[in-house]
Each structure stands twice: as C-alpha cells, then as structure tokens.
C-alpha cells in the first residue's frame, strides 16, 4: 500500500471516527473485516428487543415518546418535564446554537468539533478557549464537553453549576458521562444550563439515534417544536424504554468497561504509546510516530482516531470481546 493511499486515510479518519467506508476504500488491501476502534462506542451493546413490526408500521404515537423521556429522566435523576428526546446527542448540538441565538460561543478546547462546526454554520463568532479559562469567557454560549472528548477531561459539578449560575447559556455534553455518572449536572437547578446526552455510545448501540437535550420548560418546549411530533423512530422508542429501565445492565457494563479500559491501557503502554487520557469507553494516547503507527495498524486492518491539531495522538476504542487477541498481535507488531 502506498504512502499516499495511508495519507489519504489518515485524513480521512482525522475528520471524524467511523469513517471506515471511506477508509478502506482508500486501503483495498488492508485485512477484511476490519476492527474499527476510531469511535467510543461500547463494544458489548445493550441486548434487548427492537420495535415489534406493529409499531414499524405507524407513526410512533407521542404517548410513547412522552414514555420515553420519563425512561430517560428517571434514568438522569430530573423531572420528565425537562427532557426531550432528539434523534441523537449530534442533531440536538447542531441546533442549539441557532435556536438559542446566542451573539457568540466559547468552547472549551480541544474538543469533538461537531460544536465549533454547528456555531459555525449557524453564522455565530466562535472562539476556543483552554479549558482552564471558563470562568474569564464573556460569550454567549460556553460549551463543555465532560468528560471531554478526546483528552477525558473533567471539570467538577461544582464548577459547573457556578457557571450556569452567570447571565450566558451553559451547554454540557455529557455524551460520555454514563461511565461516570457523578460527573453529571443534568439535576443542576438552572434556567441557563442545557445538559445533552448520548444514547448509543454507552447502550453501544449508535445507529438507533437517539439522544436528549434536558433543560428548563421552555428551552425544552422550543427543542420539541424544532423536532416535531416524531422526533425519533420506533426503534429508539422501544429500545430506549426498555435500556433505561435496565438497571442492572447499566452497573454491570460499568464495571466491565472500566476493567477493559484497563486492560487497554496495558496494552497501549506495552506497544510504546503514553496514555494521556481518556474515559472507560476510550483511551487517548501519544506517540511522536503516530502517522506511522496509524498507517502499521491500517496495514493489520485496525483503524483508530488520529487528529490533525496534534499529530502525535492517536484515540483508540475498545475492542468486541473477540478481538482482543488481533489488537494484542497489531500492537505488538509496533513494538518490532
């Protein structure tokens, strides 16, 4: 395979993860299938029934999504009344600067950029900020994402909520927050906070799309009139309902990521990479040769997360139970 052929993958895993279509079309001769670890999912999804085809064949009836939300908000500890249900954490981040009409937004960064990109295309000056500097921003709009994504960082609850206590709108992505729940100021009392969160990364089921924006009455009113009467499919309906009300599920995949991210760690740090951070569902690591590592695990059919803002990372996912082994023998491959 051709330099060329891996610099046109690395720019393409660099926009965002999950690219692999694209990925392996630019590597035909990578080993198929490949073991995509450029997103952090969970790799052991939520196992429960999907929609019955009754239900595929109607409008999902908004009794059931107010059914939904109540799942959901019992799940987050706060009021139904202050969570809509979104077609993903992505769609809803996407509108709230618009719908928000905020003069200006500040993003702690480095961060996902799909904030920066929605700020962006709603025409509203953006800067990003270090994410020691929340309390000096006078925009707006502050977003946090938390942990953050990729570098795992945190900020306390309690830092949080003084922010949300200022005159701007305070937006907290908490997409990765189900790994660490007491990070979570979804309960914080607040008209000017905005807390999304992510379905499928923690369910480990991203393609039902589902998310939810929890916030005050109103800002709740306005999410639902932007979405419609059928914000998200039957499928989300059924399986969110039943995942949230699974308790058990949710404690039990704790400990299990938690313990894999773990044994990731040993591995990364086996094969030369510095874990510089992260949270349970991904590690984010250093290497001053990470283009040539990205291109060494292409070449075993092993795609991770590079960036372009800082070629010396690379963010790796957790493998299916089943590929651990392949990891081991990609990873131990760089070390020869």
């Given at each position: 395979?051709g330099r060329?052929n891996?610099?046109a993958a690395?720019?393409?895993a660099?926009?965002?993860?999950g690219?692999?279509a694209?990925v392996?079309a630019a590597l ?8 995509d670890l ?6 052991a999804p ?12 109607a409008?999902?009836?908004p009794?059931?999504t107010a059914?939904?939300?109540a799942?959901a908000?019992?799940?987050?500890g ?6 809509a249900a979104?077609p993903g954490?992505e769609?809803a ?9 905020a003069?200006s ?6 961060t996902?950029?799909g904030h ?10 953006v800067r990003l900020?270090?994410?020691n500097?929340?309390?000096q921003?006078d925009?707006?709009l502050?977003?946090?994402v938390?942990?953050n ?10 830092t949080?909520?003084d922010?949300?206590r200022g ?26 906070l ?14 039902v799309?589902?998310?939810?924006v929890?916030a005050?009455?109103p800002?709740?009113s306005a999410v639902r009139?932007s979405?419609?009467d059928?914000?998200?499919c039957a499928?989300?309906?059924a399986?969110g309902?039943?995942?949230y009300a699974?308790a ?9 990521l ?5 044994r ?8 030369g990479?510095?874990v510089?951070?992260g949270?349970?569902?991904?590690r984010?690591?250093a290497?001053a040769d990470?283009p ?5 695990l ?6 991770t997360?590079p960036?372009?803002?800082?070629p010396?990372?690379l ?5 299916p139970?089943?590929?651990?082994r392949r990891?081991?023998l990609?990873?131990?491959s760089l070390?020869?």
């Amino acid at each position: 395979m051709g330099r060329t052929n891996h610099q046109a993958a690395l720019e393409i895993a660099g926009r965002h993860g999950g690219r692999l279509a694209e990925v392996a079309a630019a590597l035909p001769g990578a080993p198929r299938p490949w073991l995509d670890l450029s997103t952090g999912v969970n790799p052991a999804p939520w196992r429960g029934a999907r929609a019955p085809v009754s239900a595929l064949g109607a409008l999902p009836d908004p009794a059931d999504t107010a059914a939904l939300e109540a799942a959901a908000a019992a799940a987050f500890g706060v009021d139904p009344a202050c969570v809509a249900a979104t077609p993903g954490a992505e769609a809803a981040l996407r509108l709230l600067p618009r719908q928000l009409g905020a003069a200006s937004v500040d993003i702690a960064a480095p961060t996902y950029g799909g904030h920066e990109d929605a700020a962006r295309a709603a025409g509203v000056p953006v800067r990003l900020i270090p994410r020691n500097a929340l309390s000096q921003s006078d925009a707006a709009l502050l977003v946090v994402v938390n942990p953050n994504n990729p570098d795992g960082a945190r900020t306390s609850p309690a830092t949080l909520a003084d922010l949300a206590r200022g005159p701007r709108w305070l937006v907290v992505d908490e997409s990765f927050v189900e790994t660490d729940p007491a990070l979570s100021v979804a309960a914080a009392p607040s008209d000017r906070l905005i807390v999304l969160r992510s379905f499928g990364k923690f369910y480990g089921l991203p393609g039902v799309r589902l998310g939810f924006v929890i916030a005050s009455p109103p800002v709740i009113s306005a999410v639902r009139a932007s979405f419609g009467d059928w914000p998200v499919c039957a499928d989300a309906v059924a399986m969110g309902r039943a995942a949230y009300a699974d308790a058990d599920w949710r404690a039990r995949a704790r400990e299990r990521l938690a313990a894999d991210a773990r044994r990731l760690d040993r591995l990364l740090a086996g094969a030369g990479f510095e874990v510089v951070g992260g949270a349970d569902l991904f590690r984010l690591t250093a290497a001053a040769d990470a283009p040539d590592r990205f291109a060494r695990l292409c070449e075993a059919g092993v795609l991770t997360r590079p960036f372009a803002y800082e070629p010396t990372w690379l963010r790796f996912g957790l493998p299916p139970a089943r590929s651990w082994r392949r990891l081991t023998l990609a990873l131990e491959s760089l070390a020869r």
